[in-house]
């Protein structure tokens, strides 16, 4: 009987960035995930976790992970692996896949194909599945409509604002800095201050919270949040 849960995925980086970038575009496909920085709280984290796939960077402070995916075949752990790593020659892909690796990733990479991958190795696993609709308190967003409503009256944003909602949302409870918006929204090609952002939660604001609860939020010197009310 196929499980009614979502497909769980361990990201397993010590560059803080690329995890959070990972973890909220694989949220935004109802995909639950869990991280891990070091080779040793992953192999810990899997066995709480059970994940359906892990994605492994090649490079970890406490050894590489292609010891990492030998430890945990060696604890029973047969989830796919899709190595992530800046090591590109051929010789290195080839030692990846003939570690019992599924797939092996080049840094940088595109999200979307990173995206696509991390969905085939589901399939194989019977969990590839997709939810478009993020929903915290009365606000939804629809990613397969590109829209979004509070209280069920639409509010129109424009393309930056939504984006900027939806890494917000994606990460719903959490406070998302500006460095890690400026990666997400910008995508490392935005030179400007801080200060972009402030203009844009400031227009996000004035279009989801014209009524209250107020749902972003602001934790000074940090970046911003979206939470359910109190």
């Not at 929903?135 to 967003?141: A, E, G």
């Amino acid at each position: 009987m196929a499980r009614a849960v979502s497909p769980k995925v361990l990201v397993v980086d010590d560059e803080e960035n690329i995890s959070f970038l990972v973890c909220s575009a694989l949220k935004l496909e109802g995909i639950d995930v869990r991280t891990s920085a070091t080779g040793n709280d992953a192999v810990a984290e899997a066995e709480r976790f059970r994940p359906d796939a892990i994605i492994l960077d090649v490079m970890l402070p406490d050894g590489d992970g292609f010891d990492v995916l030998r430890r945990l075949r060696g604890r029973g752990c047969d989830a796919p692996v899709l190595f992530l790593t800046a090591r590109h020659t051929t010789a290195d892909r080839v030692r990846g896949l003939t570690a019992g690796g599924d797939d092996y990733i080049v840094k940088p990479f595109a999200l979307e194909e990173l995206v696509a991958r991390v969905q085939v190795a589901l399939r194989r696993t019977g969990m590839g599945s997709r939810s478009s609709k993020i929903q915290v308190h009365d606000l939804v967003l629809d990613d397969d409509a590109h829209r979004v409503w509070r209280a069920e009256l639409e509010v129109q944003l424009s393309a930056t604002e939504y984006k900027l909602l939806r890494c917000l949302m994606s990460n719903a409870g959490r406070v998302v800095t500006r460095g890690q918006i400026l990666d997400h929204v910008w995508q490392y090609d935005f030179d400007g201050e801080s200060a972009i952002i402030e203009s844009f939660i400031s227009n996000l604001r004035k279009k989801i919270d014209a009524h209250d609860p107020k749902l972003i939020h602001t934790v000074r010197g940090v970046g911003y949040s979206v939470r359910e009310p109190s």
